[in-house]
Structure formats: C-alpha cells, structure tokens
Nanobody, 128 residues
Framework: QVQLVESGGGLVQAGGSLRLSCVAS????????MGWFRQAPGKEREFVAG????????YSADSVKGRFTISRDNAKNTVYLQMNSLKPEDTAVYYC?????????????????????WGQGTQVTVSS
C-alpha cells in the first residue's frame, strides 16, 4: 500500500505561485508513474500533469501548459507541482496520484483509472 499526503495549497492572488508537495509512504515510488489531478466545485476531476516512472517524460493539460511543472525527488519519495501565473480558474482541490499497474507503459498517464493510489487533496484558491 502507498499512502499519499498533499500539502502546499492555500489562498493566492491571480498571477502568484504555489508549490504543491506530495509525500509518499509505505513504499518507495521510484518505479511509479505519478500525476496530479484537480476538481473544482460542481465539476468532474480533471487531469493536470503526469510524470513517467523514470522521470524522463512529463505531460501537462493544455490549460496549464507553460505554467505548471511536475517533478519528483525519489530520495525524498516526493512529487511536486510548481504552479506559476495562477488564474482564478485554477481554483480547485488538487490530488496527487500514483500508478504501479500502468507505470510500465513508460509514459505519463492521463486517465484517473490508470492510477492505483490517491491522496486526500489540498485546496488551492486563486483570487482575482
């Protein structure tokens, strides 16, 4: 079992930055594909960014491309989401996810069903 705990969310003004962290415990995640998703009130959970197990490949949703960056530090068993130039429409609960089942594909995973473990989420609110 892998437990994921997100942190770093909060209230920020439009144009500001936040860095979310996702600390894993229970197992080392160096062989896991990792991802970030978000869910705004009244909307479905959506993919934000993904990272292959090797860390060599990343992919981001068009809505955040060029503003958000996903990265990992295997020594700390942690995944990050650096969010810059935040917009009010980025307001959501952000979830970290880990995949062992599909990590062998070798590319970032974009679909929620491809992930085996999820964190509890951290709230990000961007004011205009």
């Amino acid at each position: 079992q892998v437990q994921l705990v997100e942190s770093g969310g909060g209230l920020v003004q439009a144009g500001g930055s936040l860095r979310l962290s996702c600390v894993a415990s229970g197992r080392t995640i160096s062989s896991y594909a990792m991802g970030w998703f978000r869910q705004a009130p009244g909307k479905e959970r959506e993919f934000v960014a993904g990272l292959s197990w090797s860390g060599s490949s990343t992919y981001s949703a068009d809505s955040v491309k060029g503003r958000f960056t996903i990265s990992r530090d295997n020594a700390k068993n942690t995944v990050y989401l650096q969010m810059n130039s935040l917009k009010p429409e980025d307001t959501a609960v952000y979830y970290c996810a880990a995949s062992r089942s599909f990590s062998g594909i070798g590319r970032p995973l974009q679909r929620a069903y491809e992930y085996d473990y999820w964190g509890q989420g951290t709230q990000v609110t961007v004011s205009s």
